[in-house]
């Protein structure tokens, strides 16, 4: 009698074993087996509630009496196949967005003297931009020749008061890690130039030059360009542009200037 109470004892505790198909193992003893579902309690749990599994879940059961019985031969659910179909693999591109904003220092103007600088923000496609460019004279290198302007020279570097501009750009590639852009510019801003004075006849039997005076003119451009970014690190860029178009410098002479001119820019540049 005794040994007929510890076999039953020994059937009414043994486990049976549920292998899902994610590889996970539950010790419990099944209830009930449905078309689609398993029902069974959790072994080591001291209440009745019922838990309910689909078949598409599970692997294969082992019995307490060492039946195995399979639902599923892949080891992997059904769900993570199908997530495997709808997204498509990360492929290892240089087209990802980095940041939306980029503060740069114009070195080239720097060498006239100049202190320039730019914020540039990219809109959310990452495809265009506005960017503000902004200088000062700090008057280092001033030309007191005679003013003079033509397609490479003009004392507006030189003599630089101060500026502003507008710039929109276009990224034919997006933001990636090393890029390029297309786009349009305008810069105005005041500087100072200088003519010689004259001293004429009857104080002297000739016209002779005497010391230059000093004017403010008036510097206008609009122009078409082309640039690129060098990615440095995770946030330091290195950019260069040239532009070409023309220029308007209005002056106190009777004739101003509007002529073909062209800029070029290298920049040490932060994004954010």
């Not at 019995?63 to 892949?74: A, C, D, L, P, R």
């Not at 852009?181 to 010689?196: C, E, M, P």
């Not at 000093?214 to 122009?223: I, R």
Request: hydrophobic letters at 35%; a neutral charge.
């Amino acid at each position: 009698m005794a040994i007929v109470m510890v076999l039953v004892a020994f059937t009414l505790n043994a486990q049976d074993m549920i292998h899902k198909t994610d590889e996970t193992v539950i010790s419990a003893k099944v209830l009930e087996i449905n078309t689609g579902t398993v029902k069974y309690k959790l072994y080591s749990s001291t209440t009745d509630k019922v838990f309910e599994l689909s078949k598409n879940d599970i692997h294969y059961i082992v019995y307490q009496n060492g039946v195995k019985e399979f639902y599923n031969t892949s080891p992997k659910p059904a769900y993570v196949e199908r997530e495997r179909e709808e997204v498509k693999p990360v492929e290892k591109t240089d087209n990802k967005v980095f940041f939306k904003n980029i503060i740069a220092l114009n070195c080239f103007d720097m060498f006239f003297t100049n202190f320039s600088a730019s914020y540039e923000r990219i809109l959310n496609s990452g495809k265009f931009s506005f960017k503000i460019p902004l200088s000062i004279g700090l008057k280092g290198k001033p030309n007191t020749t005679n003013y003079t302007s033509d397609f490479w020279q003009t004392q507006f570097l030189q003599n630089r008061n101060y500026a502003a501009g507008l710039e929109f750009n276009i990224y034919p590639l997006g933001q990636t890690r090393n890029t390029f852009y297309v786009g349009l510019s305008t810069f105005a801003g005041t500087f100072n130039y200088y003519k010689s004075t004259t001293v004429p006849y009857p104080y002297y039997p000739f016209t002779t030059s005497g010391q230059p005076i000093e004017y403010e003119g008036v510097h206008y451009s609009g122009m078409i360009h082309l640039g690129g970014y060098l990615r440095l690190g995770d946030n330091f860029l290195i950019g260069s542009k040239l532009g070409v178009g023309f220029k308007r410098e209005e002056t106190i002479e009777v004739n101003n200037y509007t002529l073909p001119t062209a800029q070029f820019d290298f920049n040490l540049a932060y994004c954010f």
